[in-house]
């Protein structure tokens, strides 16, 4: 990965981050296995023509994924666009970090966030109370 892309565990309140936000939308995405195929289509819809919408597209797509596989559904995806583009899915938490790797002795998945940690320019993750929150930032 290059040396831009960094991951944080922080907990600072993103929301208030996107000064300069164009555009926000918030969604409840559907608490089952639909949930990442709506959240691509919620983001093309939105993001359509914009060069960010492909990588958008599959960011919110594997944190949706992400949710239905190791949290508990369903979640909120927001969508922030200023300066940059900004995806956050929270949801009620699940037992361990979001890291990007497969997890120990998964044969198989476990590289949604290592496929986020690529195509964002930072990612990283919040926990309030019971709630967690997973972020990336691309390019507009």
């Given at each position: 990965f290059s040396s831009r892309r960094r991951h944080t565990r922080c907990s600072r309140d993103w929301s208030s981050d996107v000064c300069s936000s164009d555009l926000t939308r918030l969604?409840?995405?559907?608490?089952?296995?639909?949930?990442?195929?709506?959240?691509?289509r919620l983001v093309r819809e939105t993001l359509s023509g914009q060069p960010a919408c492909d990588d958008a597209e599959l960011v919110a797509s594997e944190l949706a994924a992400n949710v239905v596989a190791h949290a508990h559904p369903p979640a909120t995806l927001?969508?922030?666009?200023?300066?940059?583009?900004?995806?956050?899915v929270t949801s009620r938490s699940?037992?361990?970090?979001?890291?990007?790797?497969?997890?120990?002795?998964?044969?198989?998945?476990?590289r949604g966030l290592a496929l986020v940690a690529a195509?964002?320019?930072?990612?990283?993750w919040r926990r309030d109370g019971g709630l967690v929150s997973v972020w990336a930032e691309l390019p507009r």
């Open positions: 969604w409840v995405l559907p608490a089952d296995s639909t949930s990442a195929a709506e959240a691509r927001r969508l922030d666009v200023g300066d940059a583009v900004r995806i956050t699940g037992v361990t970090e979001p890291t990007a790797g497969p997890a120990a002795g998964a044969p198989s998945g476990g195509v964002s320019t930072e990612w990283g």
